[in-house]
């Protein structure tokens, strides 16, 4: 995956923000100018904080959007459509920090399970857990913010699929990892 540069990250930023404000703010402000970068599919996670607090948090953990695309959807959705939260109003849109996070593609974590918290970098991996019909997902930073190590990271991965803690040893739950590039306000 090609990295965004610096000045894509703040162009990404931009694009998430200027979104809101013209969706929530209501301000019609034009959309940034984007650099090729953002014609091509990727994923990406908005997410929302206020005060230090979890806000919304949406996106899209497969490349099946150009990332031009994917940052207003994702952005949109985190701020109206994240259903553990109420919908983000226009007053307070100011108070609200974005952060956007372009994933590289998942890829199927291929040890047995008993060596699966050996296999994922803590700060670097983000985890998708998928069996049993549900599947969830947490971004790399969260295990950091929160001092997991690999096998709390599993398990609370676990959990947000709605499976039980420490399902990642069974072989029927399929592990993927991905990587991330965080850029935030």
């Known amino acids: ?3 965004l540069t610096a000045e894509e990250g703040r162009l990404a ?3 998430a923000r200027t979104t809101l404000e013209n969706c929530i ?7 940034p100018c984007l650099t090729p970068v953002f014609s091509q599919k990727r994923g990406v996670f908005v997410t929302l904080t206020r005060n230090g607090e979890l806000r919304g948090c949406i996106g899209f953990p497969y490349p099946m959007l150009t990332l031009g695309d994917a940052v207003p959807q994702a952005a949109t959705a985190a701020a109206l459509e994240d259903p553990r939260f109420p ?3 226009g007053s307070e849109l100011p ?3 974005i952060e956007v996070t372009v994933l590289s593609v998942p890829q199927p974590l291929a040890v047995p ?3 699966r918290p050996g296999a994922i970098e803590v700060g670097r991996h983000g985890l998708i857990v998928r069996g049993h019909g549900r599947s969830g997902l947490l971004l790399p930073q969260v295990a950091t913010e929160y001092c997991w190590d690999a096998r709390t990271f599993l398990d609370h991965t676990c959990m947000k699929a709605g499976l039980r803690s420490g399902c990642w040893c069974d072989n029927s739950v399929d592990i993927f990892t991905f990587e991330g590039q965080i850029f935030d306000e």
Request: glycine residues 14%; without cysteine.
């Open 95 to 97: 108070s609200v920090h």
């Open 25 to 31: 703010g209501g301000a019609e402000h034009p959309l």
């Open 113 to 115: 399970p008993g060596e």
């Open 13 to 15: 930023l931009l694009l």
């Open 1 to 3: 995956m090609e990295a």
């Open 87 to 89: 919908p983000v109003s």
